[in-house]
């Protein structure tokens, strides 16, 4: 799925600059240029963070 129309970037590679360090929107347009035209999808990119950032944290919760 496109996440960023203007910039064709897509969620899977949203998400692998997530696992590659990025921890903000901020990060996000500066490593994908996510939101850097029109800004439209910086909500999406947002949720996509989130989301990550809540599965990251819970498989860190989860005893191995
Ligand atoms: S859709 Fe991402 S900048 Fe326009």
Known sequence: ????????????QVRE???????????????????SECGKCTCVARKI???EQQEQAMELAVPA
């Open 17 to 35: 600059a997530i696992d590659d360090g990025a921890r903000s929107v901020r990060d996000l347009n500066r490593s994908l240029s996510v939101g």
């Open 1 to 12: 799925m496109y996440v960023c129309i203007c910039n064709n970037i897509t969620e899977r």
């Open 49 to 51: 963070l989130k989301r």
